[in-house]
């Protein structure tokens, strides 16, 4: 099979999961930024390969996905040769699809929808206190999966947690995950930042930082790690 390519901004949450998965799976891959800010999404030649205008996309042969949950499981499925990331046995990889599907469908929607809002209105016209019960419930949840498991889906680390981690670390931008409310979420966040490919999601999260502050004209209350970059 040849090379994967990704079509990638690293601005965005799903993008940053299939990059750091890359990272630890030290997969070889060809990269095409697509620049959404600018509007790249919507050129002729990638509504072709992805009618849907997202990234990430990835080419891979004949294959192509336009979900980084499918991305995740693509490479995993053919380089995570120990079978940890994406468990083999049936019932962990259930757990961990059912995550992936909870970051999907609840997580990065509720995300999405309050940075788009940001983007579209200018922060002072959006609904913060709104955006905060929606987004600190998935908090809640979040809490509650690790209530009796070190990670997202289980006592070891999987494509879950690297799908998790990149969206939420974008929301604690704004909403802070304090050990006070979530001490658990707290604690595996902390462990996630340890990682080495943690670095590919604070890098693209820094330049996500600075343009979505450009555009809404306001400041994420939680300073984080970050770091001047060019956007
Ligand atoms: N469920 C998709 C979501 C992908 C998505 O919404 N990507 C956003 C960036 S975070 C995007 O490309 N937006 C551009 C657009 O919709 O025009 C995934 O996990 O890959």
Redesign the pocket.
């Known amino acids: 099979m040849s090379k994967p390519l990704l079509y990638y901004?690293d601005?965005?949450?799903?993008?940053r999961?299939?990059l750091m998965l890359i990272k630890i799976l030290n997969i070889d891959v060809d990269l095409h930024f697509?620049d959404?800010f600018k509007?790249a999404?919507?050129e002729a030649e990638f509504l072709a390969l992805n009618p849907?205008?997202?990234?990430?996309t990835l080419v891979h042969g004949d294959i192509v996905l336009?979900?980084?949950?499918?991305?995740l499981i693509h490479l995993a499925e053919l380089y995570d040769e120990a079978g940890t990331l994406w468990p083999k046995d049936h019932r962990r990889r259930m757990e961990v699809l059912n995550r992936l599907l909870f970051?999907?469908s609840f997580l990065?929607r509720r995300d999405?929808d309050f940075?788009s809002e940001i983007v579209r209105k200018g922060f002072t016209n959006v609904d913060v206190s709104y955006h905060e019960r929606k987004l600190c419930e998935a908090y809640g949840i979040m809490e509650q999966y690790l209530a009796k498991q070190q990670h997202m889906a289980g006592d070891q680390l999987t494509i879950a947690d690297v799908?998790i981690v990149t969206t939420l670390s974008t929301v604690n931008l704004m909403f802070p995950v304090t050990g006070a409310r979530w001490p658990r979420l707290q604690i595996w966040f902390a462990a996630m930042q340890q990682l080495e490919a943690y670095e590919v999601n604070q890098t693209g999260l820094n330049k996500l930082r600075q343009v979505m502050e450009h555009v809404g004209k306001f400041k994420f209350p939680n300073p984080g790690n970050d770091k001047e970059v060019d956007i």
């Open positions: 901004d601005r965005s949450p799903p993008v999961s299939c697509i959404l509007g999404q919507f849907q205008h997202s990234v990430p336009t979900d980084s949950h499918a991305i970051e999907c990065f999405s940075m799908s």
